[in-house]
């Protein structure tokens, strides 16, 4: 037996799966399973990226100053207290590593994103699940879990996997009534699909104990490079850029970000084009019978009526190459995820829903 042992929580770790992508013997598939832009990112961010094929022998900006003056200046922050990450994944990863440890507690939804859980043990610290009530963010039960104990509390609102999300002034509640030495971080990955929503910014500047996370992986159509940010106190922003490395994104992340913030029309295409084909889609999918609550985000979380035709129906879409997310290991085993795509992928897998519908019932 090994005497060399990794620090306490980590052999806790379940990895995270990420959405399939591949389905063995179909060539042509369409991949509705990680919420990615099915039109991909802004002309300008793929052309600031081409350029940076010339810049390949330098190191990228340690303080992400021209992307943060960028963000800034479209999402009406103050840059500096904005903190870049490789994905928000990481400015998570840095939260749970310089506020939580060895006896302290990190709460989060019983549907919430797979990172928290996964950072907190990497962290050392105590995961604690919170029930939500139908799918929905629940402030009061989140408050009743928080003791002396409690550092961080992470919300995605809108959420992932259920596409539901409660309002600024339950977010501001769940803020002023958290202990003190909690922060309260509220990710808004798919804030920008939210037509008029700040993502919780304004909370971030009227208190000391709120951050916000937001990513490129989504509306921007950046997942590919790894790049998302935070917004918070100084104090914070402080704390986590002490740990931060100073290389930590890249510079063709950090250019083709940069274009992509910019691209304002882009993004508000992005966000129509969402708006009106997932109207259409859970119209079309509750006509065939499969219910789902009314999504925020860019993908819709379709309810069957148990775990088994969820199933059934996620390998009668695979054999048709369209993937789309299992979500069992988020406690939504009769649930599927489907990712909004262009107009022809929503068309399909509406069909094949169809299709599997009528022979199953
Ligand atoms: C996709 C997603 C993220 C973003 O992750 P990146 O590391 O920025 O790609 C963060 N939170 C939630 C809830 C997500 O769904």
Redesign the pocket.
């Known amino acids: 037996m090994t005497k060399i042992t990794p620090q306490p929580g980590i052999m806790d770790i379940r990895p995270y799966e990420g959405g399939a992508a591949h389905v063995a013997g179909v060539a042509n598939v369409t991949k509705l399973s990680?919420?990615e832009n099915p039109f991909g990112p802004s002309d300008t961010a793929k052309d600031a990226y081409r350029k940076l094929a010339f810049e390949l022998h330098r190191y990228p900006s340690a303080d992400h100053a021209s992307l943060r003056l960028a963000i800034g200046d479209i999402h009406g922050v103050d840059p500096e207290r904005v903190i870049c990450?490789?994905?928000?994944?990481?400015?998570?990863a840095f939260l749970c590593q310089a506020y939580a440890g060895p006896g302290n507690e990190v709460v989060f939804t019983e549907h919430?994103?797979a990172?928290y859980r996964i950072s907190a043990l990497a962290a050392g610290a105590t995961p604690v699940e919170v029930p939500e009530r139908e799918r929905v963010t629940d402030v009061d039960a989140i408050l009743a879990a928080c003791n002396e104990r409690t550092k961080l509390v992470f919300v995605?609102n809108p959420?992932?996997?259920t596409g539901t999300m409660v309002g600024e002034s339950e977010l501001a509640r769940l803020a002023r009534g958290l202990p003190e030495q909690a922060l309260l971080v509220i990710?808004g990955?798919?804030a920008e699909y939210v037509e008029g929503y700040d993502g919780g910014a304004a909370l971030v500047e009227s208190r000391d104990n709120v951050v916000m996370?937001?990513?490129?992986?989504?509306i921007y159509g950046l997942?590919a490079l790894?790049?998302?940010w935070g917004y918070g106190p100084a104090h914070v922003i402080d704390v986590l850029n002490r740990i931060r490395g100073p290389f930590n994104v890249s510079q063709s992340a950090l250019a083709a970000a940069e274009a992509a913030v910019r691209d304002v029309n882009w993004t508000n295409k992005c966000r129509d084009d969402n708006t009106r084909l997932r109207a259409w889609l859970a119209e079309a999918l509750a006509e065939h019978g499969v219910p789902s609550d009314t999504s925020t985000?860019n993908f819709i979380l379709a309810r069957f009526a148990s775990q088994d035709e969820a199933e059934a129906c996620d390998e009668f879409l695979k054999e048709q190459g369209l993937i789309v997310r299992r979500v069992a290991g988020y406690k939504l085993p009769h649930c599927l995820r489907i990712t909004v795509g262009d107009e022809a992928s929503c068309r399909q897998v509406a069909h094949a829903v169809g299709k599997f519908m009528e022979q199953a019932r």
């Open positions: 990680s919420n990450g490789a994905g928000s994944d990481e400015i998570i919430g994103f990172m995605a959420n992932n996997p990710d990955a798919y996370t937001r990513t490129f992986s989504k997942g790894r790049i998302g985000a």
